[in-house]
């Protein structure tokens, strides 16, 4: 088996959009779950960060590194990659600062 690197771009294939989550993930709802197809040709699940109005099938996106979840208040914070459309412009978090990926480039050596 070797190890492969994936830009991370891909396309929507099928999505749905979760309204009512667990106690763990209902601060996030509504949120878009799908299952994207990379260029290169796996197929993963992951998050989309777009409004709920703005998922289509054949929608192009790209990775981005957010948070996926918290142990508590001051406990451990869990980072890992989500997407975006590929069409958007930065977005910001909670504080008003843009995200920690640059939109100009894609994710070249991502591991995904």
């Not at 088996?1 to 959009?17: A, K, L, P, S």
């Not at 990775?63 to 918290?70: E, N």
Request: proline share 6%; hydrophobic share 30%.
């Amino acid at each position: 088996m070797e190890d492969h690197r994936f830009m991370g771009m891909g396309t929507v294939i099928t999505f749905t959009t979760i309204y009512n989550a667990t106690e763990d993930f209902d601060r996030m709802t509504p949120y878009n779950l799908a299952i994207i197809e990379l260029d290169e040709g796996p197929r993963l699940t992951g998050q989309v960060t777009a409004s709920p109005e703005e998922m289509k099938i054949g929608m192009r996106v790209r990775p981005i590194f957010r948070i996926l979840g918290k142990e508590g208040e001051s406990g451990i914070i869990y980072y890992g990659t989500k997407f975006e459309p590929q069409e958007s412009s930065p977005r910001r978090g909670k504080t008003g600062q843009k995200g920690l990926v640059n939109p100009e480039k894609s994710c070249q050596g991502c591991e995904i």
